[in-house]
């Protein structure tokens, strides 16, 4: 569930949600009165408001908004030390990222993808600034981010690094999924959230590879 970062800023198109039993816009002046009339609108049309029906509401706003509005809510359960400095583990899985990546060329995803990409690492609460990089680690990633030739995403103001795998977001967006498979074990799978591209992208390309 996203939410968003600043409830006092009005979002583009305004406080809105779309109840679609009754095919309705409900809109509203402001982030409490968008709850307010929401639970009258479902009142009045016999619409169970649910046990979740305000993160429903928020949520359904924020998959609407462009980046820099909303951030995905972070589970307790699931939480990382996300102030973690980059260890060698992460610089030799990064290095194999880069190893390939420069095998197969520097080709680099198109622009929809590295967009669509960006968009949800932007929302991600696991995008945050790396503290204290070792010198071989900033060389890695300056090396990194001169392999994208200049290019941006839309969301690039907001991108930072991964609290998983320590990646530069900004340039791990524009990696062929071949090459992101090459530095990223099956285990540090499971530690990214649910919602991340990172493994649905190599879960597709790991069963094409077995049965090809």
Known sequence: MQRLL??????????RFWQAETRTWVRAPDYDGLFSLV????????????????AEVEDQLCQGLPAGFCKEEHPAANRRNVFARIDWG????GTQTIADWA???LKHVDQALADARADVCSRCYYNVQIAGLCGGCEHLQNLAAKFTFGRRTSSEPFLKA?????????????VP????????????????????WIPKELSIFRRQEVTA
Not at 6 to 15: A, C, I, Q
Not at 90 to 93: A, G, H, S, T
Not at 162 to 174: D, E, G, I, Q, R
Not at 184 to 189: G, R
């Open 6 to 15: 600043n409830t006092s800023e009005v979002p583009p198109d305004g406080f």
């Open 39 to 54: 639970r009258e609108h479902r009142k009045v049309n016999n619409i169970p408001l649910g046990a979740f029906w305000q």
């Open 90 to 93: 992460d610089v030799l899985r």
């Open 103 to 105: 095998v197969h060329g």
């Open 162 to 174: 991964c609290a998983v795998c320590k990646c530069s977001l900004a340039v791990k967006v524009w």
């Open 177 to 196: 999924v071949q090459s992101i498979s090459a530095g990223t074990p099956d285990y540090q799978l499971q530690q990214f959230p649910s919602f991340c």
